[in-house]
């Protein structure tokens, strides 16, 4: 995806989002000899603009197919942890956030 699409994906789910945060998943950066795995997000509240947050899964196989959007979701979610003064700001020094997902091949 390019920074474009990440951005037009993040917005809508901003406005849709109770805390006002949104988020779209640009990749995968797992390293091959890292327990569990790492992705890369874009988010925005649209008026600080947008930036990148690292989300680790450390229980997850690195064959595992993971839903972005279940990314996503998790962080819009965690977003809601933060003073709404604060909170986009505040969930870019929280990074890297932690999800624990257990998760099987189907």
């Known amino acids: 995806m390019t920074i474009s699409d990440l951005q037009l994906r993040a917005t809508p789910r901003r406005t849709h989002s109770p805390w ?7 990749a995968d950066i797992t390293e091959p000899d890292r327990d569990g795995r790492r992705f890369r ?9 947008f930036d990148q947050i690292l989300v680790d899964a450390p229980r ?9 959007e279940t990314i996503e979701e998790f962080v819009e979610s965690e977003a809601g942890r933060f003073p709404i003064e604060s909170r986009m700001r505040d969930l870019v020094e929280a990074s890297p956030l932690r999800i624990e997902l257990y998760l099987q091949d189907a």
Not at 41 to 49: K, P, R
Not at 60 to 68: A, G, I, K, R
Request: zero cysteines; a negative charge.
């Open 41 to 49: 997000l874009f988010v925005t509240d649209t008026i600080h603009g």
């Open 20 to 26: 006002g945060i949104g988020a779209a998943l640009e």
């Open 60 to 68: 997850v196989w690195h064959d595992t197919p993971v839903e972005s």
